[in-house]
């Protein structure tokens, strides 16, 4: 099946199309096959993912950084610059980058544009009651729908540079392989926290899949998107929670600020009920550039591990892999 065709059958979005790859056809074979594609991604973590499947045959670029709040970013002139050159131009999509939309709706007429995360069905997609008419973009939280992602990037790959086929393929299985790895140790991890434990609240509603991956109830202060604001009803509501339910542990985001949490904190203090922060975990955006938490896998083993530890589970203090907190 074409990446044209995948996208085109999606009832939702049908803003960005996968063009042909007119670019890389002006170039002979010889030269195409030595040059690495030049690829822009938004967030990090297509950004990584694109690096896991290209390997050698890729040079990316990711538009957001550590710390960037994907609802809010806006295109630099630099980026523009960047996107212009580009062979392939990948998004998450779902309407994650909100204030991008015009201009990768515009680049989608002449350059090859993937929202990949658009790959993923239907079926498999939730909505939000604040969130109207849309799908909630997070899917990067659930190892099993990333993959569906990053199936559609090895698939963009190949239409783009047909001739390294069968190294996108044979990394793209080896990454499969990783995220079966990482969901079985994040089902493991999260499985050995007490049942009326399971219960994670953050600063926006960015853990949907991930409560439906591994059977956790999420409660985030703002909606799907950080532009909405948080009343102060929905944070009484939440600390009302917190008492009742005697939850210890909050969590922070890296590309959020914690004003709202630290409100959460300060009004279950004062009916008498300690919550602590149990850490910080990278909801939209990845950590430092050349850590292991500036990996997708790092990532989301850094958030599983620091949850199941802060609610009262076993998890390993580096991780999944031995690899957490190393050069950070
Ligand atoms: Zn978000």
């Known amino acids: 099946m074409s990446n044209r065709k995948l996208l085109s059958?999606?009832?939702?979005?049908r803003r960005y199309v996968l063009?042909?790859?007119a670019a890389a056809a002006l170039l002979p074979t010889g030269l195409r096959a030595a040059t690495p594609l030049n690829v822009v991604a938004t967030t990090g973590m297509i950004a990584d993912t694109v690096r896991e499947i290209g390997g050698d045959a890729v040079e990316v670029r990711a538009l957001m950084g550590p710390g960037v709040d994907p609802h809010a970013y806006r295109q630099t002139r630099t980026d523009i610059l960047a996107m212009s050159r580009a062979d392939l131009i990948v998004a998450n999509g779902l309407f994650l980058e909100a204030q991008m939309e015009d201009v990768l709706g515009d680049f989608a007429a002449r350059t090859a544009v993937l929202a990949?995360?658009?790959a993923v069905p239907e079926s498999a997609l939730f909505g939000h009651e604040d969130y109207a008419g849309k799908f909630d973009p997070h899917v990067w939280m659930d190892p099993e729908l990333w993959d569906v992602v990053a199936q559609a990037i090895r698939d963009a790959l190949i239409e783009v540079r047909p001739e390294a086929a069968p190294g996108f393929t044979s990394r793209a299985a080896a990454f499969t392989d990783r995220l079966r790895a990482l969901d079985a140790y994040s089902a493991e991890v999260l499985g050995s926290v007490a049942e009326p434990s399971r219960v994670l609240v953050t600063a926006h509603d960015a853990f949907a899949y991930f409560g439906s991956a591994y059977g956790w109830e999420v409660m985030g202060i703002q909606g799907i998107s950080t532009e909405s604001e948080a009343g102060l009803q929905?944070?009484?509501e939440l600390v009302d929670m917190l008492v009742e339910r005697g939850i210890g542990?909050?969590?922070v985001e890296s590309s959020v600020s914690d004003r709202n949490i630290r409100a959460l904190i300060e009004g279950a203090a004062a009916q008498g009920h300690e919550v602590r922060i149990g850490g910080e975990l990278y909801s939209d955006?990845?950590?430092?550039?050349?850590?292991?938490?500036?990996t997708f896998i790092g990532m989301i083993d850094?958030?599983?591990t620091t949850i199941a530890a802060a609610l009262?589970?076993?998890?390993?203090?580096?991780g999944m892999a031995g690899l957490l907190g190393h050069g950070s």
């Open 9 to 13: 059958e999606k009832g939702f979005s």
């Open 19 to 21: 063009a042909a790859a």
């Open 116 to 118: 990949a995360a658009e």
């Open 234 to 236: 929905r944070i009484s």
């Open 249 to 251: 542990a909050v969590f």
């Open 285 to 294: 955006a990845m950590g430092a550039p050349g850590t292991y938490e500036g």
């Open 302 to 304: 850094h958030n599983v």
């Open 312 to 318: 009262g589970g076993s998890a390993p203090e580096r």
